[in-house]
């Protein structure tokens, strides 16, 4: 095994350019699944991910059409008794525009300096072609020490709505011990970085209504509820003096904070100042009890996305609207249920709506947390893998944000995953002038290969 590790290294560092190339070839496809004029380009983008499962010698390579955009499968199970890694991808990517602001063409990949600039170079493109020469550099120096199969899709921009039914009707061909997801990063160049913990997300619409049609404010007022101040009282009451949810039974699911946990988070190289420095707000809001790192990762919350009511153009105009609307999101934490929390909504409205007033709630989307076992083999063998590249033991995170197919993954094929990227928080995903950063993107490939070879040692 040491021997093999040793040529598969040497392997990477005499084809780092080739590597290049690859990475290059696929960024210069617009696959951008959100705009039906890039169709054709997401059917290249998918035949060139398959083109490359296929040279890497994978026994089987099929593009499965879906309702949108194909899923591309893979599998090489040549390693009896060994553990099976389903390794997560996509190939489509967000719109380019506004193009002026970008400082090269975002489908033709320019580097300055040592990054890479391009739409997908690391979102996540960039990741996806460091999985394949991974894998590359194994089966050129004698082979995969493990099964491996590969699930890249081309709607993830999009909210991925064909993958839970591709999952649900392909589960036996599925089928894991674990699952490798690359769509993340790294807290900075030499902070080698593990994500094992998505927040879920609960999103509503709640509208309040009060008169038929807007009334004057100067003959109507007092007389009816205005339905502004009745939703605003409404959203006032979510939340308590300690800064917590208040609907009934919220924390009911939420699993407590263990002192080892904490003890982790603590150690990430990032504090309260950094969040007053990314944000610009003046002071720290939250949940009492909790550093920031808890509350952003561990804990459940609820907030305000919008809220419309009355008149809002220029100058005045003096009514008491008919209705008022808030979009309300909750980032929920593993155990917690979106269906749980909308009920939990209501009852909350129940028991606190006045009677002069109307309300109702629609249930816009949800998506389950999830978590995984930070002392799990897979983990292990990926902390020893990035401690073993960049020099240091790397720390854990729970990301407070939400990779849906994750917890997809959790309740329909029963997996966890193990969430490790190397793009960079400068890298402008999403925005013009998104890059990837080279050297981490290389040892990032050294990274994967050093892991794939710890699950069988």
Known sequence: MNNQREQALAYLRAHRDAFRRALGEILSIPSVSTD??????????????ADNLRALGMQRVDVFPTERHPVVYAEWLGAPGAPTVLIYGHYDVQPAEPLELWESDPFQPA???????ARGASDMKGQVVAALKAVEALMQTGGLPVNVKWLIEGEEEIGSPSLGKFMTEHADLLA????????????????????????????FELRVHGPAHDLHSGLYGGVVHNPAIALAE????????????????????????????????????????????????????????YTANERVGARPTLDVNGLLSGFTGPGSKTVIPAWAMAKISCRLVPDQR?????????????????????????????????ISDRHSPAIRAMERALETVWGTRPFFRREGGSIPVVGQMQTILGVESV?????????????????????????????????LLNLKS
Not at 176 to 203: E, M, Q
Not at 256 to 265: G, T
Not at 345 to 367: C, F, K, Q
Request: proline share 7%; hydrophobic share 35%; charged share 25%.
């Open 176 to 203: 894991c011990d674990f699952a490798l997801n690359p769509d993340s990063g790294l807290l900075g160049k030499d902070w080698p970085t593990i994500t094992y913990g998505l927040r879920g997300l609960a999103y």
């Open 338 to 370: 979106p269906e749980e929390v909308h009920q939990q909504l209501l009852r909350y409205l129940e028991e606190n709506a006045p009677a002069d007033i109307r309300w109702e709630v629609t249930s816009m989307h949800g998506a389950a947390a999830s």
């Open 111 to 117: 580097e300055r300096g040592e990054n890479l600039y």
């Open 419 to 451: 969430i490790c990227g190397f793009g960079l928080p400068d890298d402008n995903v999403h925005a013009p002038n998104e890059k990837q950063h080279l050297p981490t993107w290389y040892r990032g490939i050294e990274a994967l290969t050093h892991f």
């Open 36 to 49: 039906p004029a890039h169709a054709e380009d997401i059917r290249r983008a998918a035949a060139w991910v």
């Open 234 to 289: 409404l959203i006032a009451g979510m939340h308590d003096d300690q800064g917590r949810v208040a609907l009934p039974g919220f924390y009911d699911r939420v699993r407590p904070l263990s002192d080892e946990e904490r003890a982790e988070m603590a150690r990430l190289p990032v504090a309260d100042q950094h969040y007053l420095e990314q944000t610009g707000a003046p002071a720290l809001y939250g949940e009492a009890g």
